[in-house]
């Protein structure tokens, strides 16, 4: 087997592990913040919101950092960093007797994260380049197979064990993935050539990729994806109980609505990465972009969930489309030896859509109402799918993409 073919399998199965690490707990988040102390009802969801956003408010701040020593140092380092930290830090969370510890834990978490980044870019730099869209469409398909499992997983582990003993099994799962990344993934990487480079500071380095103009553009991608989908997926029970409210299968209804989207992403997203390695990932982004607009409109205004859930399924397939196409894009774009900069910028850019999506769609749905949320991600989705457009095939600094 090819070597990048031995590191796609296996950072695939790491991938899988830090995402479903990560989600693991969101089931029974709340029951574990109850058995901590907390049982005031406007406590208790406040303080779930600060410890599950903790995660990703650190992780947004730090990615650019563990980007610059990843393209200094290598990037299986930071794979392995990444790997071992974490598996420690959250079989610590079940050792958690209050929530400011579990807090504190979640944080460092978000801190010393950076996992998919750095893979991400390990597979970009070590992919054969007519292979570069498959491989990230892999990568991706790894990443949503652990957001929709692992709630699954969590959920069902914690009917059987204590809450404690989830966290210890998460751990240990991600310390196996980082053990086979240690053995079994190998990186092509001169540390000579790298320590020959000018040591920039991170402020400088996300000032020479945003000279790029088309890094800016692809980083929007990144964030407006997780925003639209996110500003309104903490309302959808809201959503689905105004068209089914006495329905006896509002639970399963909710849940089929949550996770559709995560099964046709993870789907599509191998599909369309080895289609755009035949027609250009720049003809996928777009056509994808515009695909989850034209189907985040209509959401707005079904009148029943199967009609939901055909819409979800759709976009799902368009979104399965997007992260493959900009991790590939920024493979073609970033200059030599800033990689693993440019991908932890682009997950910061991730992590941000991660926490304002679900802020921003609470706060304004009172103003524009639910079906009104569907209706502005679709319009900014459409807007990010022009200026993309402009920026790949108009931009006279990629002649070749003229039209």
């Known amino acids: 087997m090819p070597r990048w073919k031995t590191n796609l399998i296996v950072l695939w199965f790491g991938q899988f592990m ?18 901590l102390g ?7 969801a406040m303080w779930t919101s600060i410890i599950f956003a903790g995660n990703f408010l650190t992780s947004f701040l730090f990615q650019p950092l563990w980007g610059k020593l990843g393209d200094r140092y290598g990037r299986k380092i930071m794979i392995l960093r990444s790997g071992f930290g974490m598996s420690i830090v959250v079989a610590l969370m079940g050792f958690a007797t209050n929530t400011w ?6 944080l460092l978490n978000g801190t010393i994260s950076g996992y998919i980044p750095a893979s991400t870019s390990l597979v970009s730099t070590n992919t054969p380049r007519e292979h570069i869209g498959y491989a990230m469409g892999i990568m991706q ?3 949503v197979a652990g957001t929709i499992l692992g709630p699954l997983i969590g959920g069902g582990l914690a009917n059987f064990v204590p809450y404690q003993t989830v966290f210890f099994i998460t751990g240990f799962l991600l310390f196996i993935a980082s053990l086979l990344a240690l053995f079994f993934v190998k990186e092509q990487f001169d540390k000579k050539k790298a320590a020959k480079k000018p040591n920039i500071s991170v402020l400088q380095g996300f000032n020479d990729l945003r ?11 990144t964030f407006m994806i997780q925003f639209s989908f996110l500003s309104v ?4 029970a809201i959503y689905v109980q105004g068209m089914h409210e006495n329905s006896q299968w509002l639970a399963l209804f909710v849940g089929l609505v949550g996770s559709i989207t995560g099964f046709s992403n993870m789907i599509a997203a191998p599909i369309l990465g080895r289609l755009s390695d035949r027609i250009g990932s720049e003809q996928i982004l777009w056509i994808a972009l515009l695909g989850a607009a034209i189907t985040s409109i209509p959401q707005a205004f079904v009148s029943n969930v199967w009609q939901l859930l055909i819409l979800r399924f759709f976009m799902g397939i368009f979104i399965g489309g997007l992260l493959p196409s900009v991790n590939s894009l920024l493979r073609k774009y970033i200059p030599e030896g800033m990689e693993s900069r440019a991908y932890g910028f682009n997950t910061s850019s991730l992590a941000l859509g991660n926490m304002l999506g679900p802020i921003t769609g609470g706060f304004i749905s009172g103003l524009i109402t639910i079906p009104g949320l569907f209706i502005m991600s679709g319009i900014l989705l459409f807007i990010n799918m022009i200026w ?8 006279k600094n990629v002649d070749q993409f003229k039209v």
């Open 101 to 106: 510890q579990l807090l504190f834990l979640r």
């Open 388 to 395: 993309v457009r402009k920026t790949l095939f108009v931009s």
């Open 233 to 236: 997926m903490p309302l959808m």
């Open 18 to 35: 830090a995402t479903s690490g990560m989600s693991m707990i969101i089931p029974f988040l709340p029951l574990y913040i109850q058995e």
């Open 141 to 143: 398909s790894g990443a």
């Open 211 to 221: 000279k790029i103009p088309q890094i800016p553009a692809l980083f929007s991608v």
């Open 38 to 44: 907390i049982t005031d009802k406007s406590e208790l």
